[in-house]
């Protein structure tokens, strides 16, 4: 197993889990309208958790796809939620579905491409950022095959003077965005804002006092 993933495992199992927001992220409710997709289309969310906002997604009438690691922060979403989902087996991957949301526990580097449904949108709040710089492309590339063709994106990302600092979460700067996403028609940052405060503990104990938040709306 590599080291990126038992880290992710020991940190639902450890309950370290700060990148979790116990509410729907402000930055989805804001420009989630900006995709101007039709109702019923399909979503993914990778590296998911045990977000909220997939039932924020779900309750506006989207299909939700979320993929996640942790088999625990897929039962805890579903007890936190008082939710009653079902629970299968295909290929050797466990899924979790209810109404509107369906849960591959898998790891995405190592899912089948057969097994990720075709999108019309990806929501990406922390997943990027959660992920080293080496593991990065390769996951931007996963996330693309699995987007319609006019797809869209929103993607969020922080940058911070990030030397010799150790994420999660991680810098990713304007450049390497374009860099990442560079086969894609179009790529606008519609957010950016500095904080003044960081509430993530890791990054504030390393010496990270303030970052920059963006939000991205990018077409495939």
């Known amino acids: ?38 109702l019923g289309a399909k979503i993914l969310l990778p590296l998911c958790g045990k977000s909220l906002d997939m039932l924020w997604l779900a309750k506006q009438g989207f299909h939700v796809f979320g993929i996640e690691l942790s088999e625990l922060a897929v039962q805890q979403f579903v007890e936190d939620n008082h939710l ?42 922390a997943s990027l950022i959660a992920l080293p710089a080496s593991l990065r492309q390769s996951y931007v590339d996963i ?36 860099l990442l996403y560079g ?14 405060s960081i509430d993530n503990e890791c990054l504030f104990k390393q010496g990270v006092h303030q970052a920059k938040h963006e939000v991205w709306l990018i077409q495939k």
Request: proline share 4%; hydrophobic share 35%; with cysteine.
């Open 143 to 178: 996330c693309l095959q699995g987007l319609k063709s006019q797809g869209k994106i929103l993607l969020k990302t922080m940058r911070y003077e990030d030397k010799h600092i150790e994420g999660p979460p991680f810098s990713v700067t304007s450049d390497e965005v374009f």
């Open 1 to 38: 197993m590599s080291r990126v993933k038992q880290f992710w495992l020991d940190m639902w199992q450890e309950g370290k889990i700060p990148f979790h927001q116990k509410t729907v992220n402000t930055d989805l409710l804001k420009y989630w309208p900006c995709l101007n997709l039709s």
């Open 183 to 196: 086969s894609c028609q179009t790529i606008t940052c519609i957010k950016s804002e500095d904080s003044q």
């Open 84 to 125: 009653t989902m079902t629970k299968s087996t295909k290929s050797g991957v466990i899924y979790y579905s209810t109404e509107g949301i369906r849960i591959s526990v898998s790891d995405i580097f190592q899912l089948n491409a057969d097994l990720i449904p075709k999108v019309d949108a990806i929501y990406d709040r």
